[in-house]
């Protein structure tokens, strides 16, 4: 077993996990990083980290492994199915985001009470936790609070709901009929991301992906047809800022946080306005718009914006990017590297 206190990463080859495994082993607070993916890592980020475990979290045996090999004391669990990918297989999405985050929790207990220290564990929860009834109520909710409209149209939503649940219960009240105390040995935090767009990265199978694809599209000179009507509106967020939000979260002193579960917002444009911005930074864009009407049912029960006030208060939740800056300061300059723009 290595000594080394080590993370470990799930979904550790997707977006959010991509441009963490970056931050994590930069720097003098760079930490040991083990990564769990179906997917192996690409070869600049399997260089940076300890091993990678090639499988699924649906393993128990493998998590096994990695109990009896490494001492784990921070767990980032991104494995996830997304929204609309979860839509056309319901069962497996259950399986993967609720059984996978189960198994999780349960690694996480099991090593806390075999080094004793509790195991912090993120979790990254999403928008789609919510769920508004209709338009009028939406427009009047505006900036949503966490403990509002809990009642998401879709498994996913659910999925995340739910396990917004296991991981209080399991920092909370796990096994609290048991003789001796046995909570506490993991500290769930999570977050109720936004859409997230990437530079680096285009997502897939979620439904707020029709902002990350139009940028990404037009940068290539692909013509792309938005699958949402101009007018709809959700929060969204540029990735350094995610990872930003996930590493303050995480680095918080447990005694500053009143909450298991927090909103992080950063913008709110509608699809019209992420349209002009990218007509405004490639001309040339061949741009549309072709509804989807089932999808856009999915994020017409998102909220229109997140009130992310108790983040900012109890740790410090400060996005650096603005609608305007993600485009101009980031994105931009980084997709026009990336395809030669
Ligand atoms: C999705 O669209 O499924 C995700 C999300 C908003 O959680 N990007």
Not at 126 to 132: P, Q
């Amino acid at each position: 077993m290595s000594r080394n206190p080590s993370v470990l990463i799930t979904g550790a080859s997707g977006e959010i996990g991509h441009e963490l495994i970056a931050r994590l082993t930069t720097g003098t607070a760079a930490r040991q990083v083990v990564t769990l993916d179906l997917n192996p890592l690409q070869p600049q980020l399997a260089a940076r980290v300890r091993q990678q475990f090639t499988g699924s979290i649906l393993d128990t045996q493998l998590l096994e492994r990695v109990i009896a090999e490494y001492e784990v004391d921070r767990v980032y669990h991104l494995a996830a199915l997304l929204s609309t990918r979860s839509e056309f297989s319901p069962a497996l999405a259950h399986k993967v985001n609720v059984e996978g985050t189960l198994n999780l929790l349960e690694f996480a207990q099991k090593q806390g009470e075999s080094h004793g220290r509790p195991v912090v564990f993120f979790y990254p929860s999403s928008i789609a936790a919510f769920g508004l009834p209709d338009a009028p109520t939406k427009a009047a909710a505006g900036r949503v609070k966490e403990d509002d409209f809990n009642f998401p149209t879709t498994m996913y939503g659910a999925n995340k709901l739910y396990c917004e649940h296991l991981g209080r219960y399991y920092t909370r009240h796990y096994k609290q009929l048991a003789a001796e105390n046995l909570s506490g040995k993991v500290d769930f935090r999570c977050l109720r991301f936004p859409g997230l767009i990437s530079a680096e990265t285009v997502p897939s199978g979620g439904t707020s992906d029709y902002a990350p694809e139009m940028i990404h599209a037009a940068a290539q000179g692909t013509p792309y047809a938005c699958f949402v009507r101009p007018d709809t509106r959700i929060p969204f967020m540029a990735m350094p800022d995610a990872v930003e939000a996930i590493l303050r979260l995480m680095s918080a002193p447990r005694e500053k946080l009143t909450r298991t579960v927090y909103n992080v917002g950063a913008f709110a444009p509608s699809a019209a306005e992420f349209e002009a911005e990218v007509r405004a930074a490639f001309p040339r864009a061949a741009l549309g718009t072709t509804v989807d009407t089932k999808r856009q049912a999915i994020v017409d029960s998102w909220p229109a914006d997140v009130d992310d006030s108790t983040a900012r208060r109890d740790w410090g939740h400060a996005p650096k990017y603005t609608f305007a800056s993600a485009f101009h300061e980031y994105l931009m300059p980084s997709v026009r590297k990336r395809y030669g723009g």
